[in-house]
Nanobody
Framework: QVQLVESGGGLVQAGGSVRLSCSAS????????LAWYRQAPGMPRELVAD???????EYVDSVKGRFTISRDNAKHAVYLQMNSLKPEDTAVYYC??????????????WGQGTQVTVSS
């Protein structure tokens, strides 16, 4: 059973930087999409960024130019470098691994989440 474990969250001042890491125990499918989501209190979970197996990335507009997602397939890991942090970035951040096979969602894995708090 593959599990995802996030690390790197914490308390940071506005304008600061944090790097989140997510590692898989075991070997997830190499074709997987890796993504970071976040959920602030009272808000729905939202997609922050994702990266395909080929390295194509997408970002939610609110983090473009500030956050960078990357992956290391050899280490089964995905990272989120967050710069110029704002108080509204405060949330629990989750990593996700999944892929689609003939239109059907497969191997949908989530980490347990890591808290990022940005103080003003």
């Amino acid at each position: 059973q593959v599990q995802l474990v996030e690390s790197g969250g914490g308390l940071v001042q506005a304008g600061g930087s944090v790097r989140l890491s997510c590692s898989a125990s075991g070997s997830p499918p190499s074709r997987n999409v890796l993504a970071w989501y976040r959920q602030a209190p009272g808000m729905p979970r939202e997609l922050v960024a994702d990266i395909t197996a080929s390295g194509r990335t997408e970002y939610v507009d609110s983090v473009k130019g500030r956050f960078t997602i990357s992956r290391d397939n050899a280490k089964h890991a995905v990272y989120l470098q967050m710069n110029s942090l704002k108080p509204e970035d405060t949330a629990v951040y989750y990593c996700r691994s999944y892929y689609y096979l003939r239109g059907s969602l497969q191997s949908d894995l989530w980490g347990q989440g890591t808290q990022v708090t940005v103080s003003s």
